[in-house]
Every structure is written in C-alpha cells, then in structure tokens.
C-alpha cells in the first residue's frame, strides 16, 4: 500500500496533465478528484492513519493538494459554463454588441456631391499638388510677382523654398490643366487649399475648394450662368434662386461672385444670409485672356469660364453648420449627425 505522500504525488501528476477539452471531461473531473466521494476527501479521510508526529505535515500537502485540483477545475471554468447538463446559460440567439461604425466626413460627402453634379454634364475630374509653386498657384493666373491681387489670400510660404507655397486656392489646378491636357476642357477640381488665417468660426488655415473650367470655342457667360444655375438647383433644389454681382478676379475678366437665395428662410431675412435673404456661394467669371496666353491658347479662338467654391461654404449653406472648426475636431457627436446624408 503506497503511503499518503506517495499517492498524493501520483494524482498530482494526473491532474497537471489533465487537458478537459469538453465540458462532460471537466465535469468527470470535478466528481472524480472534489466530488463527496471524491479522491480529495478520501485522502483527507486517510489522515488517520498516518503516525500523529508526521499528521500536521501531512494536513499541509493535502492542503495543497486539494487546492491544486479546485485551481485546476476553476480554470477551465469557461467549458462549463458555456454548455451544462442544464443547456447554455449563454443564449446565443441575443443580438450581438454593435461595433461603432464611422460615418463619412460631411465635407467629403458634399465634396462628392459636388463632383457628381458636375460630371454628370460631362465634367471629369483633376486633382493638383498641395505644395505648388509659384507659376501655378499666382504667375500663370495673371498674379506676378507685384501683383496687388496676391495679398487678397495671405499665403504660407515653404522655407526650404523661396519659389513653393501651400496652394491658397484651387485655382492652381486650373493652371495644371490648362497647361498639360488638350482642348477643349472641361474639368472639376477638388482638393484642400491653405492660407495664412488665424482660426475661427469664420476662418481657417486649412479649407476645401472645388474648381470648375470649361474652355472651348464659342463659350459664353451665358453657359457660365446656365451651369451655375444647375448646379444651385441639383444641390440646394429647384426654387434655389440665383444672382450674379460683378467682382474682380485676377484670372477672369469679366468676374462674378453668385448668390444663391437663402437657403434657410428663403429670401425673408435670418441670421445665415445677415437679413439680406441671400448668401454669397461662389467666385466666377470667364477665363482671361492672359492667362489663356499663358498656356499657348489663342483667345480669339477659345474662350472659357471658370469657378471656384468653398466646400465648407456649400456645407455651411446645405446643412447649416455654423463654426468652421467643428470640420476638423472630429467631435463624432458633430460627424455623427451626417449619417446617411
Ligand atoms: N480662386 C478664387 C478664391 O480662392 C475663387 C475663384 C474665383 C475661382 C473665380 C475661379 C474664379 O476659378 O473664376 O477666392
């Protein structure tokens, strides 16, 4: 007959090996080693019959003996719990946790309305560098170098480059175009532009345009003016009102800014159109000669329009949102609410 301390030794390598991939194994186990008639109170019931000076150091072994069998047990609790003689105690038919799913960017939601608009009138889209140089982003639009039109957008200059700037608008990409792509042209051109502004409600270093430029023979402001009137009516709907005031542009001549009527009380006066019942959308006007030159285009054959809107702007009008920061804190209580737009 082995002794206490040698049997308690040969069921302690059984249960280090022991691996229950089931929980009936688990439960075989449980009633094997901590059962009422379990091998843990079976040994502990041996105790008597071990010399008295040698018990108190035997109680300890059983101790731990029956503390390694219960730690076993209790770590493959999870076999158990999941499927008992009772059946699951999970119900596996409850719908699960749904996992936070991110929503599209509102400015690239109208960004993307935008361009569709467009090209579904035979419009494609370019995209241009954020990082132009100065030909592009001024020279080429008929801004030299002391021209008093450039301290109209107070630039970001790039130090390791007298030549470089961030693109102040996208008017730059028009430039690209006109200089790489065959007549005539039609494109779109999104992207974001940057300016020397300090940030507020109603100003920010960084911001997104869209440019339109249509260049082609017999090109009238007329078409200008019927594409605009489009694009109002297809993004803001059908009773959206427009007017042209003249402006000046250094690249269009001549040059417009367009209004559209509120789109928020419709013409009788509130806070978003300052009580005038029209908000400014939009920069415009027909592309001037010079800058047709620029590119080896002959204005007595080609002419063209050109626009340029602020995405925000759009954004601001469609969905009135009122503080141009809340596009870049990623507030998901603000992007949140553009699900599905
Ligand atoms: N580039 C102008 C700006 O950022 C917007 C603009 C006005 C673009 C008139 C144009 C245009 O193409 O024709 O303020």
């Not at 007298?162 to 006109?178: C, E, G, K, N």
Request: charged share 20%; net charge negative; aromatic share 10%.
């Amino acid at each position: 007959m082995p002794s206490l301390q040698e049997q308690i030794q040969q069921f302690e390598q059984e249960i280090n090996a022991f691996q229950p991939a089931t929980a009936a194994e688990l439960e075989d186990y449980r009633i094997r080693f901590l059962g009422a008639k379990g091998i843990v109170k079976h040994l502990f019931g041996e105790i008597k019959t071990v010399p008295a000076e040698q018990r108190k150091d035997a109680g300890q072994l059983l101790n731990a003996f029956k503390l390694l069998a219960e730690q076993k047990h209790e770590a493959f609790k999870d076999l158990s719990e999941t499927a008992t003689a009772k059946g699951p105690k999970v119900d596996h038919t409850m719908p699960g946790i749904p996992l936070p799913l991110g929503t599209r960017h509102p400015l690239r939601v109208v960004e993307n309305k935008i361009v569709s608009i467009f090209e579904r009138i035979g419009f494609s889209v370019a995209t241009g560098p954020e990082i132009e140089d100065d030909w592009h982003n001024f020279t080429s639009l008929n801004m030299p170098l002391d021209h008093p039109a450039r301290d109209m957008q107070d630039t970001f200059y790039v130090s390791s480059n007298p030549d470089w700037v961030l693109r102040t608008h996208t008017s730059s990409t028009q430039a690209r175009i006109l200089e790489t792509q065959p007549l005539p042209i039609r494109v779109i051109c999104p992207g974001r532009v940057y300016r020397n502004e300090t940030i507020s409600a109603r100003a920010h270093c960084f911001f997104h345009q869209c440019e339109g430029l249509y260049v082609d023979k017999n090109v009238s402001f007329a078409d200008l003016k019927q594409t605009l009137y489009y694009f109002v009516t297809e993004m803001f709907g059908e009773n959206t009102k427009v007017r042209f005031r003249p402006s000046y542009f250094p690249f269009t001549e001549p040059s417009a800014e367009m209004d559209i009527s509120c789109t928020v009380c419709g013409g009788s006066g509130c806070n978003l159109c300052k009580h005038s019942g029209w908000v400014e959308i939009l920069g415009c006007g027909m592309v001037h000669p010079n800058m047709l030159r620029n590119f080896g285009i002959d204005p007595e054959v080609y002419t063209g329009f050109a626009f340029g809107m602020g995405v925000e702007r759009i954004t601001q009008v469609k969905y009135q949102v009122n503080d141009l920061r809340l596009y870049s804190q990623n507030d998901v209580r603000f992007l949140r609410q553009f699900q599905g737009i």
